[in-house]
């Protein structure tokens, strides 16, 4: 059986909400994902494994260092 952690590493990404600032809306048109708030200060993207990467790698372009 697949480890809990390992899965939900690739199907999510956790970051400050400041560090989605301008970006939000143009993610969840974008990607098949959606975004919540994880508490005042955090935000969750969630997706399918694929979607997360493909996500990243925008994050990464846009210069958002994740975690």
């Given at each position: 059986m697949p480890d809990p952690?390992?899965?939900?590493?690739?199907?999510e990404?956790?970051?400050p909400c400041d560090a989605l600032d301008g970006l939000h809306d143009?993610?969840?048109a974008e990607f098949t994902?959606?975004?919540f708030d994880a508490?005042?200060?955090y935000?969750?993207?969630i997706g399918s494994p694929v979607e997360i990467k493909a996500?990243?790698?925008y994050?990464?372009?846009h210069g958002v260092s994740l975690p």
């Open positions: 952690a390992r899965l939900r590493d690739s199907t990404i956790v970051l143009e993610l969840e994902i959606t975004v508490g005042e200060a935000c969750r993207i996500v990243s790698d994050l990464a372009r």
